[in-house]
């Protein structure tokens, strides 16, 4: 079945520095989302990506769908202690718009001042 | 806040027990989704609710039911718990039935079995 993998697993970074985490999907994406879930909190949408190619940004982050719609990135500049969390990538399995939602294992993202 | 209301915030049982959560989603969502959240697999889609009809099932088993009332709000019964049901179970909602739209999560029900 679909797969949905990020990596890294974990990151430490010293406040300032920039982060990225990568998700890789084993099948084609109608679409993909990014999830930040806060330490001891509820994961929370940051974004939707649909396009190939796409790239949008939000202030410091900035996300990516792969030209193939079967990859995606987010990056962050200058990591603040404010970005510390896990965060998810989310894609439909079976490559639409219905059904089930698979998350990645996500990127756990420490942040020293 | 994000409008998800999720009940209990912590449950303690025991093995081979029954318990039920509740989810009230946020207000004019008509789909409600439950995952379950453990460490070693990550956020696991269990099952999708639309209007009061099951729109989409996921990993879950079959001790495990949904339902989706007509005021919309939803409870996940868990029935003959296992020490590996421990868990964060977490209930969102959307506007849509589209998944492709963003979903809301409430703060979740930690359960604990023992």
């Known amino acids: 079945g679909q797969q949905v993998m990020q990596i890294p697993q974990y990151q430490h970074v010293q406040e300032g520095e920039d982060f990225t985490t990568y998700c890789n999907s084993s099948t084609t994406l109608s679409n993909i989302q990014w999830y930040k879930q806060r330490p001891g909190g509820h994961p929370v949408f940051l974004i939707q990506?649909?396009?190939?190619?796409e790239v949008k940004k939000q202030k410091r982050l900035t996300f990516q769908f792969g030209e193939a719609k079967k990859n995606s990135s987010l990056h962050i500049t200058a990591t603040q202690t404010t970005d510390v969390g896990t965060y998810f990538c989310a894609g439909p399995r079976g490559g639409t718009s219905y059904g089930k939602l698979t998350f990645g294992q996500g990127t756990i993202l420490t942040v020293h001042p | 806040d994000s409008g998800v209301t999720q009940t209990p915030k912590h449950l303690i049982t025991a093995t081979g027990q029954r318990v039920t959560l509740r989810c009230s989603p946020r207000?004019?969502?008509?789909?409600v989704y439950w995952y379950q959240q453990s460490l070693d697999q990550g956020l696991q889609f269990l099952i999708q609710?639309?209007?009061?009809?099951?729109?989409a099932k996921g990993n879950i088993l079959e001790r495990f039911s949904a339902q989706q009332f007509p005021d919309l709000h939803s409870e996940l019964n868990l029935s003959s718990l296992e020490l590996g049901d421990s868990a964060l179970y977490f209930c969102?909602?959307?506007?849509?039935?589209?998944?492709?739209?963003?979903?809301?999560f409430g703060q979740g029900t930690r359960l604990t079995v023992v």
């Open positions: 990506l649909v396009k190939s190619g």
């Open positions: 969102a909602s959307s506007a849509f039935s589209r998944i492709d739209t963003e979903a809301f």
């Open positions: 207000s004019g969502d008509l789909s």
């Open positions: 609710y639309y209007n009061g009809e099951e729109r």
